[in-house]
Each structure stands twice: as structure tokens, then as C-alpha cells.
């Protein structure tokens, strides 16, 4: 059982980039996917959050530019990132399951945001 992120990167201030997180396993579908970023020397947070019912909530650093949603491809939950600043440099990680039996991580993708 495994996350595949993909979609990091490098990108400019004011720029914008897709995160995708797939898995092969249905079963994810029935449990909350959550995109967090670790910045060097920093913690890891949640950034974003979507449950099985569709609901969403967002960090409020990321609120008005991230937006999480399921994507057209089955089993597939992506982070759309716009208006990226500086603080956006981490890297990220998609997370199903959050404190259940089948809490997963993805092995995370890079995103650096450079002037």
C-alpha cells in the first residue's frame, strides 16, 4: 500500500503548481487525505484537509491560495497551489487516514519558491 505524490518543483513568487497524491487502494476513499508541508528546521503541519463527504479546511497561512479537491483520475487527491510565496518552500506530504488503522504517507515532493 502506497502514496505516489507527484507535481513539486521549482516555481517564482506569485506563480503556481499541482500536487497530486494517487494511491491504488479504493479503500483510501473512505477516509480523510490531508496535504502537509515540513520546511527545513521547522515541524511538519497540515496544510489542507478533505474528508469523504468533500469537506475541506485549510491552514489559515494557506487560506485563499491552496485548494484541496479530488481529481478526475480514481483514487487521487491534488493541491492546487497559487499566488506561491517564499514560505511555501517545503517539502510535502500527502497523508490518508490520519490516526486510524490505516493512517499512510507519501514520501513527500519538494516545493521551492525562489526569486
Known amino acids: 500500500v502506497e502514496l505516489v505524490e507527484s507535481g513539486g518543483g521549482l516555481a517564482q513568487p506569485g506563480g503556481s503548481l499541482t500536487l497530486s497524491c494517487r494511491s491504488s487502494?479504493?479503500?483510501?476513499?473512505?477516509?480523510?487525505w490531508g496535504w502537509y508541508r515540513q520546511a527545513q528546521g521547522k515541524p511538519r503541519e497540515l496544510v489542507a484537509s478533505?474528508?469523504?463527504?468533500?469537506?475541506?479546511s485549510y491552514a489559515e497561512s494557506v487560506k485563499g491560495r491552496f485548494t484541496i479537491s479530488r481529481d478526475s483520475a480514481p483514487n487521487t487527491v491534488t493541491l492546487q497551489i497559487d499566488n506561491l510565496k517564499p514560505e511555501d518552500t517545503a517539502v510535502y506530504y500527502c497523508?490518508?487516514?490520519?490516526?486510524?488503522?490505516?493512517?499512510?504517507w507519501g514520501q513527500g515532493t519538494q516545493v521551492t519558491v525562489y526569486s
Open positions: 497523508r490518508v487516514g490520519a490516526g486510524t488503522l490505516y493512517d499512510t
Open positions: 487502494w479504493d479503500i483510501f476513499n473512505l477516509y480523510t
Open positions: 478533505i474528508t469523504k463527504f468533500d469537506k475541506t
